[in-house]
């Protein structure tokens, strides 16, 4: 696609259960990032992907949450035993991210997720 | 270890003035500085960007001005527009190329 993809736009889940989160980053931008917003909040890094590895996974709150990356491509985050503090906007970015260049990030439009 | 600061979480403009958005940094190893731009219930989007060798980058109404000694960068833009209300990040990538953020700043241009 033209830009970065993610899906579902909108998630309400139960409090305990498991979600996913899916992120289609823009053909050939080797790096994928993950960030949330929560209400009021500033952007809050989770984890970076170079290619399939994850370098810096430093910002994942828990270890509820994890996140793959399968082919350079598609990703997903997952958020098992969901709690309220969970409850955010997740987004998506991807870049070149070639080494020596100075590229951008491009976002997705985010999922909002509700836990109830 | 926040390395990006915003220390204005917002700032209120009259249409037709100056917004200056101010942002500090603490790693010195940043040599590159990109400014972002979020609308509610949309991903944020890229606005501007300044590189270390320069100490300012103009692109239309949007200007970044960076001054190394102080680990300070600020995005002036003039004239405030209504449609300019939004929340600004600055950001600036790490050697491993992530990207760290600021808390953001929420600007509201008033009529």
């Known amino acids: 696609g033209a830009g970065v993809s993610q899906s579902p736009s909108n998630k309400v889940t139960e409090k305990g259960k498991d979600v996913e989160l899916r992120c289609d980053p823009i053909?050939?931008?080797?790096?994928l990032y993950w960030y949330r917003q929560s209400l009021g909040q500033g952007l809050e890094f989770l984890i970076y992907?170079?290619?399939?590895?994850?370098?810096?996974k430093s910002g994942l709150p828990s270890d509820r949450f994890s996140a793959e990356r399968t082919g350079g491509s598609v990703s997903t985050l997952t958020i098992q035993r969901t709690q309220q503090e969970d409850s955010a906007v997740y987004l998506c970015?991807?870049?070149?991210?070639?080494?020596?260049?100075?590229?951008?990030?491009?976002f997705g439009q985010g999922t909002r997720l509700t836990v109830v | 270890d926040q390395q990006v600061k915003q220390n204005s979480p917002s700032l209120s403009v009259q249409e037709g003035r100056i917004s200056i958005l101010n942002c500090d940094y603490t790693?010195?190893?940043?040599?590159?500085f990109l400014w972002y731009k979020k609308y509610p219930a949309e991903g944020p989007t890229f606005l501007i960007s300044?590189?270390?060798?320069?100490d300012k980058n103009e692109d239309g109404r949007f200007t970044v001005f960076l001054n190394k000694s102080a680990k300070h960068l600020s995005l002036h833009i003039v004239p405030s527009q209504p449609g300019d209300s939004a929340v600004y990040f600055c950001?600036?990538?790490?050697?491993?190329?992530?990207?760290?953020f600021g808390t953001g700043t929420r600007l509201q241009v008033t009529l």
């Open positions: 790693n010195s190893m940043f040599d590159y």
């Open positions: 053909s050939g931008h080797t790096a």
């Open positions: 992907f170079q290619g399939n590895s994850a370098p810096d």
């Open positions: 950001a600036a990538p790490l050697r491993t190329l992530k990207l760290t």
């Open positions: 970015a991807s870049s070149l991210a070639r080494q020596g260049a100075n590229t951008e990030a491009f």
């Open positions: 300044i590189s270390s060798i320069k």
